[in-house]
């Protein structure tokens, strides 16, 4: 079981690699076209919208519940589940029709929920109408980021993993392609303040656009699957009043969350909108910073989870408690044994990450700040993880009620910080660090949510032996901590003969670190009788030239 475990994950992780990479590729170019100031932020406000309330409106139900009761219906079902997954096909794509309708109607109110009171100013109409104009043009996506990851739950039901993380790859290319276009077209050289009309129907389409690609190329991988769609409409006689009982709960989870992303939001905005001159780490130094944390956690966490959660389920419907104990902390472990050397990595080597990033045209003078807003995000990492996977853990027991009262604390935590960190710590002349208080809020909240959440999920699921995090966790970051300092030292010395400059400078810069860092984490972990990472070492040097 574990062996498909990693295998499943495998193949969603070679997808999920490849399209960050494309994904980081897009914030480069990006950050070429449109600068990472305010002028960014209001666009990159504008194309999380859509996302945010898809997720806020069904992407909770759609992303937890319903695993669980499609590989239900599959095993149990005499049709394989057709009628079962058809009902909620039907009934997605509705529901989702006359939500995302909703929402194009009411965009300007939505885009004023989040603007800060600095984009409100006289001086400020220009941004605020693009930002409005914006909200408009990408509200569309509700639609197909529904569309995409109800077609992609039915596929992860079916054991099919993969489609869904190669997916995304078709909507990097068409938003690279969108962005190489608008670079080619509309800059000049200088960054203007504002969009004009143009730019704004480029860019904004182009990205809706990306979307509605990443739906299409699912779509095949469906009827492969076994399943073939037909409407069919009604919801009476499938067993379906369990998945509303569930999804109540998880709709309130997720509107708490994306409570305290408009709060994150409107204090990012605030920092780049703010009246004081120089570099400023606002919305996209913390999205851009949020994006390279969450590769790692894309890449693995999620593969893993996803592949692990349909096995907790079974587990779970057969009442096999032990068993899922021990898979969700194998699970956490073997993540962790990657998770934490990247964490590393980002706090060690912040500088050079967001330079190959973002180190382009006028995104090079936030880069700094950039940096800092790195470093403080990277020390959530870790815990974000622990509780990505506890929270899978009670999923698989169809209990959504728990995971929405720990998701209060946390929100009132990250909201809690946020606010006096933003708001108090930080005068007219410091609010360009809105981004690193930022960070630091979003670390200390899953550190909070850790510390409360694993006692409460031992009333679930029983201590066990092999299913400890605690001291792997300790004897990892140990590890990691060492070959990072290494990484430092190394860096330092070659620094005094070598001027490392740009891009091209950075990259050289995180070479030689990954050169260092990698080694010595893998041999202190072997003294320290780390099994996780020695798998993880004994799987990849089996596949070098001369090894069996």
């Known amino acids: 079981m574990a062996d498909r475990t990693l295998r499943s994950a495998a193949v969603m992780a070679a997808g999920t690699v490849l399209s960050r990479l494309l994904g980081f590729v897009r914030l480069a170019l990006l950050a070429a076209a449109i600068g990472t100031a305010l002028r960014a932020d209001i666009f990159n406000a504008a194309n999380t919208i859509p996302n945010s309330l898809y997720i806020l409106l069904a992407g909770g139900v759609f992303n937890t519940v319903l695993v669980p009761q499609l590989v239900r219906a599959i095993k149990n079902h005499d049709d394989g589940g057709q009628d079962f997954t058809n009902r909620i096909l039907t009934f997605g794509f509705v529901a989702l029709t006359v939500v995302t309708t909703a929402c194009v109607m009411l965009a300007p109110a939505i885009a004023d929920l989040y603007m800060p009171e600095e984009l409100h100013d006289p001086s400020r109409l220009a941004e605020k109408a693009n930002l409005i104009f914006f909200v408009q043009l990408c509200l569309p996506q509700i639609f197909f980021y529904g569309a995409f990851v109800?077609?992609?739950?039915?596929?992860?039901?079916?054991?099919?993993?993969?489609?869904?993380?190669?997916?995304?790859?078709?909507?990097?290319?068409?938003?690279?392609?969108v962005i190489v276009v608008f670079l080619l077209v509309y800059r000049t050289g200088d960054t203007p303040a504002t969009f004009s009309h143009g730019e704004q129907l480029l860019i904004g389409l182009g990205h809706t656009a990306g979307i509605a690609v990443q739906l299409l190329v699912l779509l095949p991988y469906l009827k492969a699957s076994g399943h073939t769609f037909r409407p069919k409409f009604g919801l009476r006689g499938t067993g379906l009043s369990q998945t509303a009982k569930l999804g109540v709960w998880t709709m309130l989870f997720v509107a708490v969350n994306q409570v305290t992303l408009v709060v994150v939001t409107k204090l990012a905005l605030a920092g780049s909108a703010s009246a004081e001159i120089g570099a400023k780490a606002g919305l996209t130094a913390y999205q851009t910073a949020m994006l390279i944390i969450l590769m790692p956690h894309g890449i693995i966490t999620v593969?893993?989870?996803?592949a692990a959660l349909p096995q907790m389920s079974a587990l779970a419907a057969d009442r096999d408690l032990t068993e899922v104990a021990r898979l969700s902390a194998r699970s956490i472990r073997q993540t962790l044994a990657i998770v934490v050397p990247a964490a590393a990595a980002m706090i060690a080597f912040a500088s050079p990450i967001v330079t190959v990033i973002a180190g382009y045209g006028s995104g090079k003078n936030n880069l700094t700040l950039m940096a800092y807003t790195l470093m403080t995000l990277a020390f959530g990492v870790v815990p974000y993880t622990i509780q990505y996977f506890q929270l899978r853990t009670f999923y698989a027991f169809e209990d959504t009620r728990t995971p929405f009262f720990l998701q209060c604390v946390i929100a009132a935590t990250n909201i809690a910080a946020a606010l006096v960190g933003v708001?108090?710590?930080?005068?007219?002349?410091?609010?360009?660090?809105?981004?690193?208080?930022?960070?630091?809020?979003?670390a200390l909240a899953y550190t909070v949510a850790v510390l409360i959440s694993r006692p409460v999920l031992r009333r679930r699921v029983p201590r066990v032996a092999g299913a400890g995090i605690g001291l792997p966790l300790l004897a990892m970051v140990i590890a990691a901590a060492i070959g990072a300092g290494?990484?430092?030292?190394?860096?330092?010395?070659?620094?005094?003969?070598?001027?490392?400059?740009?891009?091209?400078?950075?990259?050289?810069?995180?070479?030689?670190?990954?050169?260092?860092?990698?080694?010595?984490?893998?041999?202190?972990?072997?003294?320290?009788?780390?099994?996780?990472?020695?798998?993880?070492?004994?799987?990849?040097?089996?596949?070098?030239?001369?090894?069996?």
């Open 150 to 177: 109800l077609v992609g739950q039915v596929l992860n039901a079916r054991r099919r993993f993969g489609p869904m993380m190669w997916a995304p790859i078709a909507n990097n290319i068409v938003a690279c392609a």
């Open 303 to 306: 593969s893993l989870a996803t």
């Open 423 to 442: 708001r108090v710590l930080l005068d007219e002349d410091h609010l360009r660090y809105s981004g690193v208080m930022l960070g630091a809020s979003f």
């Open 486 to 548: 290494a990484g430092r030292l190394v860096l330092w010395a070659v620094g005094q003969l070598v001027e490392f400059t740009g891009p091209i400078g950075a990259i050289l810069q995180l070479a030689i670190a990954g050169i260092v860092l990698l080694p010595v984490y893998a041999g202190v972990a072997r003294v320290l009788r780390i099994h996780e990472v020695n798998d993880v070492v004994s799987m990849v040097t089996s596949k070098l030239p001369g090894r069996r």
